[in-house]
């Protein structure tokens, strides 16, 4: 079974340009989260899509962060302007759901962003 | 919303010991709890997973234990190898996954 997919692996941009990932997640999982990963922490979630609909966006930046799922399968991150705090692994996550919860929980490799 | 505290945040130990590692959570809803290893430039991957209806759970030198009154649990590493360095997360979910700060692991051959 092929993993979650992500790219690019590394990115580093300056202060105020924008950025975005892609992610493919485990085929046929229905749920995607996309996660925040600073240095030293662990992952906090960011946005979390069910098929092609959003779930929870609470933690979202959403003056600078937004997210899309098109088609209920792959999904891109894009931030707009990038700030320096910015700096971060992005970690996309895929599952499929069952009454009794998550199954098959799986995370990418990550993106690592550096904003200089 | 739930809170999950970690702890230690690094622990070293010498190859074959033990390592235990331990978490809190605050929702008493929370009915799932997986632990995940980190290795550098890797996304985390799952190493063992405990549901709410369940004490402990064991799967070769890894075990979990989970005591749902006092809400914690731990995980357990037994005959530790220098491979099993790394970063150890611990998460609980309900509605969604709340992940502790990360325990840093290294194991000295």
């Known amino acids: 079974e092929a993993g979650v997919a992500q790219s690019p692996r590394y990115k580093i941009i300056e202060k105020r340009q924008s950025v975005a990932f892609w992610c493919n997640p485990i085929?046929?999982?229905?749920?995607l989260y996309w996660y925040q990963q600073i240095l030293g922490q662990g992952p906090k979630l960011l946005i979390q899509f069910q098929n092609n609909g959003v779930v929870d966006d609470s933690q979202l930046p959403k003056d600078r962060f937004s997210a899309e799922r098109l088609k209920g399968v792959d999904s891109t991150l894009k931030i707009q302007p990038a700030k320096l705090e910015d700096s971060a692994v992005y970690l996309c996550?895929?599952?499929?759901?069952?009454?009794?919860?998550?199954?098959?929980?799986?995370f990418g490799s990550g993106t690592r962003l550096t904003v200089v | 919303g739930e809170n999950v505290e970690q702890h230690p945040s690094t622990l070293s130990v010498q190859e074959g010991d033990s390592a235990v590692i331990k978490c809190t959570y605050s929702?008493?809803?929370?009915?799932?709890f997986p632990w995940y290893k980190q290795e550098l430039g890797k996304g985390p991957q799952l190493i063992i997973d405990i549901r709410s209806n369940v004490g402990e759970k064991k799967d070769q030198r890894i075990a979990v234990t989970l005591n749902k009154t006092a809400k914690h649990f731990s995980l357990h590493i037994t005959e530790t190898q220098p491979e099993d360095s790394a970063v150890y997360f611990c998460?609980?979910?309900?509605?969604?996954?709340?992940f502790g700060s990360g325990t840093k692991l290294n194991v000295k051959p």
């Open positions: 998460a609980s979910n309900f509605n969604k996954f709340y």
């Open positions: 996550a895929s599952s499929s759901l069952s009454p009794r919860g998550s199954y098959g929980y799986t």
């Open positions: 085929s046929g999982h229905a749920t």
């Open positions: 929702d008493s809803a929370s009915n799932y």
